[in-house]
């Protein structure tokens, strides 16, 4: 099929006008009408409702619609991506991250740009949100996965994710067996949490949906790192309240369950420096979002 077909689509699809359509463009409307009946017919199936006054999409048409736009997305990323690696990008991309932030996208996405870019050396550096945005300052690192936000400027911030939050609990618990549980369940328990000024809005989110529940957390000891939040469960010294993807570091000893109330959102923002010109940063935020879009359309 003529990829100018979808673009020629897409303009009528969106102006639901064929006379604006081709003038969006630079046609005539005879020629346009001409073509999307090609369209129709090489797919067999009627896109457009038309008549003299209206102009309007058929469920087909507007399935088709979001599709072709999602092929003209796909094939404008695959040409900057083949250009890229073209020019024989190479360099050092030094990429920041907090512990809780590695689970299945970000996992994908490093793969990806290693498959893609292998000449680029990508070193990973695990850091607190405060510790990513000074490095982002400092030019220490170029791309940071945190927790939080702290504008600034030629930072921009871009929201990656957002997750629920999730019970941790010793395997032999009282509790382990259930599929979810109740948050207040857990008033009595023993917390283990990160130090507040290691991470103070996520803190604050774990703490605060206790709160609204009646829970005032007993912290019995603090950890900075999650995989040792996990580990201190598994040795039954206490509970914690983790985000979902923490869950990535499923070991023996621990089970993670979901809560039976509405949990607030952990979001996980992705920060660069906009004021500054690297291939290699651009190509991975070129594959960032391409492995973003991918997973969004599954």
């Known amino acids: 099929m003529d990829l100018r077909k979808l673009h020629y689509f897409i303009a009528v699809a969106e102006e639901l006008h064929f006379n604006r359509a081709a003038q969006k463009l630079n046609m005539t409307q005879p020629p346009l009408s001409q073509q999307i009946q090609v369209l129709e017919e090489e797919l067999g199936v009627k ?10 999409l058929t469920p087909a048409g507007a399935v088709f619609l979001e599709e072709a736009k999602m092929i003209l997305a796909q094939l404008e990323r695959s040409i ?44 990973l550096r695990e850091m607190t949100s405060a510790q990513q945005t000074q490095a982002l300052l ?36 009282p509790l382990a067996g259930e599929p979810s549980l109740s948050v207040r369940s857990l008033a009595t328990e023993p917390f283990i949490l990160f130090p507040r000024h290691h991470g103070i809005p996520l803190h604050n989110l774990i703490t605060g949906f206790c709160v609204r529940h009646g829970v005032y957390p007993n912290v019995v000891q ?7 939040i996990v580990n201190l469960v598994a040795a039954n010294l ?3 309240i983790v985000p979902s993807s923490v869950a990535v570091f499923q070991r023996s000893g621990v089970v993670f369950r979901s809560f039976a109330e509405s949990t607030p959102l952990v979001p996980l923002y992705t920060a660069w420096r906009t004021d500054k010109e690297n291939a290699a940063l651009s190509a991975f935020l070129e594959t960032m979002e391409d492995i973003c879009s991918q997973l969004s359309s599954n």
Not at 50 to 56: A, D, E, I, S, T
Not at 111 to 122: G, M, S, V
Not at 143 to 164: D, H
């Open 138 to 173: 400092d030019e220490t690192i170029h791309v940071g996965f945190l927790r939080s936000t702290e504008p600034a400027k030629y930072i921009q911030y871009r929201n990656f994710t957002n997750e629920s939050l999730v019970a941790v609990l010793p395997e032999q618990h």
């Open 238 to 240: 206490g509970i914690s």
């Open 47 to 56: 896109l457009l409702e038309r008549n003299k006054r209206h102009v309007r």
């Open 222 to 228: 603090e950890a900075i790192q999650m995989y040792t």
């Open 80 to 123: 900057k991506m083949t250009q890229l690696a073209s020019k024989g990008i190479t360099g050092h991309l030094v990429v920041g991250f907090v512990d809780s932030a590695v689970g299945d996208s970000m996992v994908d996405i490093f793969k990806a740009f290693r498959e893609r870019f292998p000449q680029i050396q990508l070193t």
